[in-house]
């Protein structure tokens, strides 16, 4: 676990607590700068933990990224941030500190959805996402919203409440409420996710349920048009998954996405860029041409292009454990590489860091998608914050990646 003198205290955060939160905001990034003097060792040491510096600093993954102009972060559950050692300006707890270290942007894994957001529907609940803005505001981190509009993750009210008559009111008020709150402090938000989806067999791919059936199919357009006035700033996106590899179902997926973005850029709908989510699976159909070939035609309509969710699972891969993790490590290197080779794609962001706080992991989800294997190390660090050969993999992506002019911001 994390060392008494951790990476926090070194960084200077004491420094940026007592200046106060506005001169922590404009400090950003700067002050990972003084972490410079560590120097690059490119020594792959099974390490002590996480705040080892030869992974931390100059060497993190957030610092290696960003020597090619991309952002890499993760996506993180606030409740589990010490925030209150951040603004004291230590802390010795060990999932803090490896966001602290390793990420310059961060996104909520569920504290901006609907059902982290509106415990009633004439209610709004903002504690949960307001303590990752402070955890943000407070380490120089970008931040990126999840999501405005999506099948999953709503309330138990929502089937009782919503209704044909009242459903476009009621996307407005979310959207506007939500989105304008955080006007301004997000680099991007996920504002349509997982839309489309082929088994429901409609021509244009968009999936049936509550918004499509009570709205219509321009529900998309709905939210992205009023996610712009409430946040005219964010990066408008929309995201899926599913849409990465040559298996056949995932190529008939991308045309569906492509044709869907298309419509929207005639339209004249605000979308920014496009989110491909990135859970992959080691054993099975890998990302290939078809991939390549689909980011050059998004790039052709002016969007950016977001890797928002990776993690990789090692289920059916034989080897043992260490069998897993080189296939897994595999399939980072492999993936960031071919993505970062277009110059299109500016981020990647894992859905978590390390594998005690996976939903890869989650016993619900385990026991639904797959049952057969514990599926160890679908992220960067281990069950024990260690770095795992997936660290090493990514990192190395990054170093490969042609740099660009700046990061996405
Ligand atoms: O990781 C998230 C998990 O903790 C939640 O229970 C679940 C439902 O809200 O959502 C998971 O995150 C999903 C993300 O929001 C959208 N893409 C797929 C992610 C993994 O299921």
Redesign the pocket.
């Known amino acids: 676990m994390a060392t008494g003198n951790g990476a926090v205290t070194r960084r200077g955060f004491g420094k940026w607590a007592a200046a106060g939160l506005g001169t922590v905001a404009v400090a950003g990034t700067a002050g990972f700068a003084t972490f410079e003097a560590l120097g690059h060792r490119d020594k792959r040491l099974r390490l002590k933990n996480a705040s080892a510096p030869e992974v931390t600093g100059a060497n993190s993954l957030g610092a290696h990224a960003a020597a090619r102009g991309l952002l890499f972060g993760a996506?993180v559950d606030p409740e589990l941030l010490d925030i209150e050692g951040i603004a004291l300006g230590h802390t010795d707890d060990a999932y803090t500190q490896l966001f602290v270290e390793q990420t310059r942007i961060l996104v909520a894994?569920?504290a901006m959805?609907w059902?982290a957001l509106r415990p009633a529907a004439d209610r709004f609940d903002f504690s949960k996402a307001d303590r990752m803005m402070g955890f943000a505001l407070l380490t120089g981190k970008v931040v990126r919203g999840?999501?405005l509009c999506?099948h999953?993750?709503l309330p138990s009210w929502f089937t009782k409440t919503v209704n044909k008559d009242n459903a476009r009111q009621i996307l407005i008020d979310h959207i506007r409420t939500v989105a304008g709150r955080f006007r301004g402090r997000l680099q991007s938000w996920d504002v349509v996710?997982?839309a489309i989806w082929l088994e429901d067999g409609r021509p244009d791919g968009l999936r049936k349920w509550p918004w499509l059936e009570m709205i219509g199919p321009e529900y998309i357009e709905l939210a992205f048009r009023t996610a712009a006035e409430a946040d005219p700033q964010a990066k408008l996106t929309y995201n899926d998954?599913g849409i990465e590899t040559e298996a056949p179902d995932e190529a008939a997926k991308r045309e569906q996405v492509l044709a869907l973005l298309k419509r929207l850029k005639a339209n004249g709908v605000p979308i920014g860029a496009l989110g491909v989510?990135s859970?992959l699976h080691a054993a099975g159909e890998q990302p290939g041409a078809g991939l390549r070939e689909f980011l050059k035609e998004v790039a052709a309509l002016g969007l950016e292009v977001y890797i928002t969710?990776m993690d990789v699972v090692s289920a059916r891969i034989d080897g043992g454990k260490a069998g897993r993790d080189q296939a897994t490590a595999k399939v980072y290197g492999d993936y960031a590489s071919l993505m970062l080779a277009d110059p299109s794609v500016k981020m990647l962001l894992t859905?978590g860091l390390s594998s005690g706080h996976s939903?890869v992991n989650?016993p619900d989800?385990r026991m639904k998608r797959f049952p057969d294997i514990w599926s160890e190390g679908p992220l960067p660090f281990d069950d024990d914050d260690r770095p795992t050969e997936a660290f090493w993999a990514l990192r190395g992506a990054f170093d490969g990646a042609p740099p660009r002019v700046r990061a996405a911001s």
């Open positions: 996506a894994e569920n959805k059902f999840h999501n999506w999953e993750g996710n997982e998954y989510q859970h969710e859905w939903w989650e989800q």
